[in-house]
């Protein structure tokens, strides 16, 4: 995943060193040596991320992230201030004035990867709900954005698992006057635990006993209603290369031990706004589309409100030189299928098909009903690997398990799949659709239940 990351400090040296190390990731770096040029910067091209620095004339880090998270234009934009400063009382001004994490100087090349990776992937998902609200015509983007500033972060409801009971409660006195918190020390049970409430955000210690922290951050992820729960984990200095490893598989953040209780909670206030922002946005999205973009049957948005969709986000992965994959699944032999058992047992097949479809592909992905039993997966900042990955898991939870919508009668239904890649400057809409088409058809012709990818 590629990212425009825009470099704030007055001293050149200083951007120096971070561009050269940003660049030898194929990250794309602009730089300021001002807040108000940042400011600029922001205000007149697309940023995904923001590392700033807080010592500065004119104006500090902590006055320009403000204007940054006051901007409906930029305020979801990810701002990492990084500093010289390592008292805890700093690093809570800067997450207070918005800031999405906070370094000190002289930063950690891991930990600063890291970050970076863990934000873009973020703001992408962001990006794309962003995306769709602009595509849908009738959504009030602006009113959703707006509410940023009136989240209330207090209230939240947070899971601790630590098995032991001590540490646990320690963090949980930190946290209890203004969050609702409990407290598992049996991390096998996380799954269940999590089924059973709504939570916001889950803190999980690295220092379980017999059992694999990352482990349960994972089958965390695995449950559809918590795939975007933010997890911080807590962890010893020890821990670093497995807290790396966690941020590379998508945990949200992490905080050290000996856990200081104004970090802590200013890094909880951070999550739970991120969390409830991303739901007023995903709220906004369902309440305010149009039937007219909505397939009745299934619930996916229809051919109709794809092709617009796809008009834009092949134009922003053009313009941004970022991958992007298009999928077409035809469920095979469906023509029998009403045939054999009626147009009722028919609509429910498709139903299911769509409820699984949605079920295994990722929160940046958008499927739709392309018409009849095709259906369409538009897959941004996807490469070979990333979309051969979704569409062999979306082609075997069809396969692997037989539809129960026949009473006594289940049925044994397969897909086929046709996928093509965003690769030459000369792509249209229609020529991916040909392309992705053009695959589908080599599926069906070689054997059907498998997915053909067609090169640029």
Request: proline letters at 4%; hydrophobic letters at 40%.
């Amino acid at each position: 995943m590629t990212a425009r990351v825009l470099i704030v400090d007055d001293i050149p040296t200083n951007v120096r060193l971070l561009e050269a190390r940003l660049s030898a990731e194929y990250y794309d770096v602009v730089t300021a040596s001002s807040g108000p040029q940042a400011l600029e910067i922001m205000e007149t091209s697309d940023v995904d991320i923001v590392l700033l620095d807080v010592m500065m004339p004119d104006m500090d880090g902590f006055e320009a992230c403000r204007r940054i998270k006051a901007n409906p234009r930029t305020q979801h934009v990810p701002v990492v201030m990084i500093t010289a400063l390592d008292q805890p009382s700093d690093r809570v001004n800067g997450l207070d004035a918005g800031a999405d994490d906070f370094l000190t100087k002289p930063v950690d090349d891991v930990q600063l990867m890291a970050r970076v990776k863990s934000l873009a992937r973020l703001k992408s998902l962001t990006d794309e709900l962003r995306a769709r609200a602009v595509t849908g015509q009738q959504i009030a983007i602006e009113d959703a954005i707006r509410q940023m500033d009136k989240i209330n972060t207090t209230g939240g409801s947070i899971l601790i698992v630590d098995t032991d009971q001590r540490h646990g409660e320690r963090i949980a006195q930190y946290l209890t006057p203004e969050h609702d918190v409990d407290i598992l020390t049996q991390p096998a049970d996380a799954v269940f635990q999590v089924t059973g409430k709504h939570y916001e955000l889950a803190l999980v210690a690295m220092s379980l006993t017999d059992f694999d922290p990352l482990r349960v951050c994972s089958q965390i992820r695995t449950l559809e209603h918590t795939r975007n729960l933010p997890i911080i984990l807590v962890a010893d200095e020890a821990d670093k290369p497995r807290v790396v490893r966690a941020l590379d598989l998508g945990v949200n953040d992490f905080i050290s031990r000996p856990v200081e209780r104004n970090e802590l909670a200013a890094r909880v206030r951070t999550q739970i706004r991120r969390q409830r922002y991303a739901m007023e946005l995903r709220q906004s999205v369902s309440n305010t589309m149009a039937l007219a973009v909505t397939d009745d049957m299934t619930g996916l948005y229809n051919r109709r409100y794809f092709d617009r969709h796809l008009g834009v986000m092949l134009g922003k992965a053009q313009s941004q030189e970022r991958d992007m994959a298009l999928m077409i699944l035809d469920i095979d032999h469906f023509k029998s299928v009403n045939d054999t058992y009626g147009h009722d047992i028919g609509d429910a097949v498709l139903k299911e098909f769509a409820a699984r479809l949605k079920r295994n592909i990722r929160g940046v992905d958008l499927a739709c009903r392309f018409g009849g039993e095709e259906f369409v997966v538009l897959m941004p900042d996807t490469d070979y690997a990333q979309a051969e990955l979704v569409a062999e898991r979306v082609r075997q939870s069809i396969s692997e398990r037989i539809f129960e919508v026949n009473a006594g009668r289940p049925l044994a239904v397969t897909v086929s799949a046709g996928v093509t890649l965003n690769e030459n400057a000369s792509d249209t809409p229609e020529s991916l659709i040909k392309r992705a088409d053009v695959a589908l058809y080599r599926a069906k012709r070689e054997g059907r239940n498998r997915v053909v990818f067609d090169a640029a």
